[in-house]
């Protein structure tokens, strides 16, 4: 199993409605290649985690690098990984902005995870914020599956 993190800017004129839309198609082309994850909205920013089969992931991330609706698409990490961390989800979504509060500590991370290089983002720290938000949206709506 390969696992992918990237950020991007999202495009001014790209608000919550219009991004509602594309995740519409995004899960129904994630589900038909076996591909989960979730994307974050901060601020203008999307933080997304894609995982699955290695060929299939790197071939959607070359679709979103094109994708006009954001720009400066920036690869944070990629690596191995033995298990999926949103196993249930074809790309779950969260806006971390205005009153969130199932995620309002992880605003404080996902602010971290926009630095440059961050020392404090090592390996491990990065699973565990994973972790946490998939802990935190499953705990949310738990028997929904997106
Ligand atoms: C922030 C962001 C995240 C996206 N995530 C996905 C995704 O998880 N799956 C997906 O199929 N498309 C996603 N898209 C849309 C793709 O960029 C692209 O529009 C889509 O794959 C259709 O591409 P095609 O018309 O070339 O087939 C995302 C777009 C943006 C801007």
Redesign the pocket.
């Known amino acids: 199993m390969f696992s992918l993190v990237y950020k ?1 800017i999202a495009k001014p004129s790209f608000k919550q409605e219009a991004i509602q839309e ?1 995740l519409e ?2 899960r129904i ?2 589900n038909s290649q076996g ?1 989960t ?1 979730c ?1 974050l909205y901060y601020e203008g920013i ?1 933080i ?1 985690y ?1 995982e699955g089969n290695q060929i299939k992931v790197l071939k ?1 991330f070359d ?2 690098k094109e ?1 006009l ?2 720009t400066q698409v920036r690869l944070l990490s990629h690596s191995e990984v033995e298990q999926r961390e949103f196993k249930e989800w074809d ?1 779950a979504f969260e806006n971390c902005d205005g009153e969130n509060e199932h995620m309002s500590f992880l605003k404080l991370f996902a602010n971290d995870y926009t630095e440059e290089e961050s020392i404090f983002w090592g390996r491990t720290s990065k699973v565990t914020f994973w972790k946490e938000v998939s802990k935190l949206i499953n705990k949310k709506s738990p028997l929904k599956s997106n």
């Open positions: 991007s594309m198609l995004a082309y994630n591909i994850g994307l999307f997304q894609l959607l679709k979103i994708d609706r954001h790309m």
